[in-house]
């Protein structure tokens, strides 16, 4: 049976790859700032097998040594007592993460 339902998914803001399980097929709908949290919201069929898929985050000039699958959006974070932003691009990876090491 295909139940879909929207999940909201929580991106961390470090350096690593993050693989988070999924219902397979899931489709990434939405990434922003939710409070001081970025997340990322799916259109998902409940009674799916669950997958891992690859999730890595680049403040703006860092650089991008993962094969990228697709860029899924930009968030701008407001830092309390800091002037200014920051800017966070999230994307899909492949899962062989070696590359450009």
Not at 34 to 56: D, H
Not at 59 to 65: A, D, F, L, Q, Y
Request: with cysteine.
């Amino acid at each position: 049976m295909n139940e879909r339902s929207i999940w909201k998914y929580i991106i961390e803001t470090n350096d690593d790859i993050q693989n988070i399980k999924m219902p397979s097929g899931a489709n990434i709908l939405h990434v922003d700032m939710q409070g001081p949290t970025i997340c990322m919201w799916a259109l998902v069929n409940k009674n799916a097998l669950l997958e891992s898929r690859y999730f890595k985050i680049h403040g703006t000039g860092h650089p991008v040594n993962e094969r990228i699958k697709e860029h899924l959006g930009t968030v701008i974070e407001k830092i309390e007592g800091i002037t200014g932003s920051l800017v966070w691009h999230i994307f899909e990876v492949f899962d062989d993460c070696s590359y450009g090491s």
